[in-house]
Every structure is written in structure tokens, then in C-alpha cells.
């Protein structure tokens, strides 16, 4: 298996290119041509190694779970000419991430286990467990940060008082983000999964609040499986999950610090560890899809995006 990890095209009417952690955007005037690589990230810190097929899961989740969803608020996507690739609405994006819990895990667990009992100004109740389920799901939002760097916890006060979004704009952010959860976590339901948190990020266009970027997948989400969740909260037990969690989990047991040396080593990503990222993310597809992975041809990936695309832009 080979993995897409690295992309330099030269699209009609292009205008600038932005590599991220996981994607490469290309602007094309009013719209983005977004390609989902197999790279990934965990901590803030890309990996060595990419996923096979890895942008293809997250690409093809992303896109149905903005159509499934597009009657709660407008989202960016026009079109998906590639499995890979996402064409969508430029959107001038909020600085923020909207991030929503609806269990305590990860790393709110991981502070809560130190004393901490408010986060971005939410207070949590106390002798909760690790996994146990909210009374209502929370909005903690994060900093959007650059590469290398880390996001940051924010409270509303804050991204309120430093005018990074207006009252109004940021209820209608609150309003989007708990609907789409709700919506997450009835279609999860369907498939026998539970949506624990997710995060989202908004733009303007025109004027006008935009869902962006990807929604619901594993590289944003994290999932348990429903079948068993009560019995193993009952026993202390880790949850059985789809998710990136094991990622950042096999980082940490592996020597890797969250606020280590930038330099620091990363773990060897061997080809069994490799395999087994890639077939949790296919797994994660079926899930929360009900249909089977199909891969894309692979023998000439970039070609078969470059053709894809310049297809779509002519039409």
C-alpha cells in the first residue's frame, strides 16, 4: 500500500496553495480545491509516515455528513470530483474551533484527573469518571493554531472580549455546533456507534455563517462502540472506540511528550503500526456509513486527482 503524502499541483485559475497538517488547499478565486492527504497529526505534530487511504476516508465521510446536515446551516462543499478531493466556497474563518463534549475522555479526562473542574469556562461536576456521559453536552472552544504550535483553550468571555466573533455571531456558532451534534449522535446511533465530542469550524461568505472544512470523522471526532459501553463503564474499563485517540495513546506509550521538544523523536511507525491506523480508519467508514470501503485506483493517484479536478473546473 502507498500513501499520498505530499502534492504540488497547478490548477487553472490557481491562485495560491496552503499545505496544512492533514490537507493541501488550493485557492482558486472564490473557491478552494481541497485535497485530503494520507498525512496525519496527532498533539499538533505531523507523523512521519502517511495512512493509506486515509484522506480518502476522511474526505468521503466529511462529504456526507455535510450533505446529511446541510439543512441546519449552509456548508462550503460544491462538489467532491475525487474521492480525495473536496471543491468548496472560500470562507473567511473564525479563529476558533468549536469543540463539543458529550462524555468526559481524553484530554478533559486527562486534566480532570489533576483537579481541574472548569474548562473554557465550563464547570464540571464533580466525581464524574473517566467516559461517564454529560448531562448536556459542553462547548469547549479552542484557539485555531499554526503549525507546530498547540491549540489553546478559550472561554465565550474571551473570545468575546478579545472581538473574535460578535454575541451574535458566536450564538449562532452555539446554536450550529449543538444541532450538528445532536444530528452526529442520531445518525451514530443508527450504526451502533456514540459521537463522544467533535469539533467544527465556521466561516463568512457574503456575510453569511458557513459550516468548513471536514465534520464527523475520525481525524475530528471521536467514537465508542454502543454495543458493551455500559458495561465497561461499570467496570472502569477503556471503551472500545474509533477514533484517533489510539494514535495519540501509541504516541505517549511510546516515549513521545505533548509538550516536549519540538525535535523530539517520534515513535518508529513500523508497517504493522501503519496497517493498523489504516484499518481502523476503514472501519470507521463502514461504521459510520453502513457501506462498504471501496478503495480508489491507486497506482497513479496524483494523475487521477490532477484529471479529476481539471474535469470538474472545466464543466
Known sequence: ?????????????????????????????????????????????ILPKGIPFKGQVLNQIAAQFLDATADICPNWKMATPDPMVTVGLLCEGFPVEMIVRGYLCGSAW?????????????????????????????????????????????????????????????????????ALFARGTEIA??????????????GKHNGEIYLMDEIHTPDSSRYFYAEGYEERFAKGEPQKQLS?????????????????????????????VVKRISDRYIELYEHITGTSFIPAPADNVLGRIEQNVKAYLAS
Request: hydrophobic fraction near 35%; proline fraction near 5%.
Open 1 to 45: 500500500m502507498s500513501a499520498l503524502t505530499q502534492t504540488d499541483f497547478n490548477f487553472p485559475g490557481q491562485q495560491g496553495v496552503y499545505h496544512g497538517k492533514v490537507r493541501d488547499v488550493y485557492h482558486l478565486g472564490d473557491r478552494l480545491v481541497m485535497v485530503a492527504t494520507d498525512r496525519i497529526s496527532a498533539f499538533d505534530v
Open 110 to 178: 486527562r486534566a480532570y484527573q489533576k483537579g481541574v473542574r472548569e474548562i473554557c469556562g465550563v464547570r464540571l461536576p464533580e466525581g464524574m469518571k473517566e467516559n461517564q456521559k454529560f448531562p448536556t453536552p459542553i462547548i469547549t472552544p479552542t484557539t485555531k493554531a499554526e503549525i507546530g504550535e498547540h491549540d489553546e483553550d478559550i472561554s465565550k468571555e474571551e473570545i468575546l472580549a478579545r472581538g473574535l466573533a460578535t454575541p451574535e455571531e458566536y450564538a449562532l456558532l452555539e446554536k450550529y455546533t449543538l
Open 189 to 202: 446511533a443508527k450504526r451502533g456507534l456514540i459521537l463522544v465530542d467533535t469539533k467544527y469550524e465556521f
Open 244 to 272: 484517533k485517540e489510539f494514535v495519540r495513546e501509541w504516541l505517549l506509550n511510546n516515549g513521545f511528550q505533548v509538550h516536549g521538544a519540538a525535535d523530539q523523536q517520534i515513535p518508529e511507525m513500523t508497517p504493522e
